[in-house]
């Protein structure tokens, strides 16, 4: 949109001249085409920049939703905002464990619709402004028209060939043909403007159109994912399932998962239980075979401890043995 309004801005530049000069035929209505242009840009740009709030919530409550509570809430986005932070905050309050976040087909379907109604509606000034435009340029049209019809009218009657001077007549046909020239200019620079600035306004349109488009799919193909489809389509004679058992059979599903999630983690910890007995198991082994080599030793040391005190004993023995012949007579 930038680099289509900076070739319009050159191209601009380069006829400055002859717009100045066809702006001046008229230039109360080519300025109020210019105010109703400039307007219909900013208002087209305008809608191409308030989507970036609007995609700045989304990729926080994607990634952290705890901070939505504290980010700016969106404008297009509001009741899908309040919705959605109010399903993540629900298990939180009531001190339950947070799940993952799933949508019903019409509760998706539902802010679908608002969204894409609302983006709809703001598109409506631009296309308005763009008839507006085209209108301008044919009111300052039939306005031109108008004055040049008028003025022939005057020149023709005011015309006096009784004279038979011909140079005079001629004189005062081209003093004459100047109001019906001026109502020309009128005319066709009311209808250039107009029709120059709906052509602005339309592919400003178009470009905000597909911004917009490209926010709604890419926000649908989130949706989507969070989307859990109740059943499929209903054939002839089918009655719809009614709100009260979509809602318990959502329900249903909720707490089979939440119990899935607790079984998967049962399952886990008598994995890790397991794995603790085995390496429980294992150094129990290892104690076992150290009491067992320290039993041995203390086995070995027991039988050493003993020859060595017979041996003293013999020893001792020998010499008290040797102390009572010595004293002997």
Known sequence: MLLFLAVVAMLGAVLFDKLALA?????PLNGLIGAVLLAGIIWNLHQVLRLSPEVRWIEVFRTAPERTATARPPTLLAPMASMLVARVEEPRASGRESRRLTLSAATTRGMLDSLSSRLDESRELSRYT?????????LGTFWGLLLTVGSVS???GSLSVGSGDINAMFEQLKAGLARPLHGMGTAFSSSMFGLSGALVLGFLDLTAGQAQNRFFNELEEWLA???????GALGEGEAPI???VQALLEQTAENLEALQRIISRGEEGRAASNQALLTLTDRMGTVADALQRLSGELSVSQAQLAADLRQEMRLVA??????????AP
């Open 242 to 244: 009614p709100v009260y």
């Open 23 to 27: 702006f001046a035929n008229n230039p």
């Open 318 to 327: 020998r010499m008290i043995a040797g102390r009572v012949d010595e004293r």
């Open 154 to 156: 005057d020149v023709i």
């Open 130 to 138: 763009t008839g507006l435009l085209i209108f301008l340029g044919l």
């Open 225 to 231: 994912g969070l989307t859990r489809v109740s059943g």
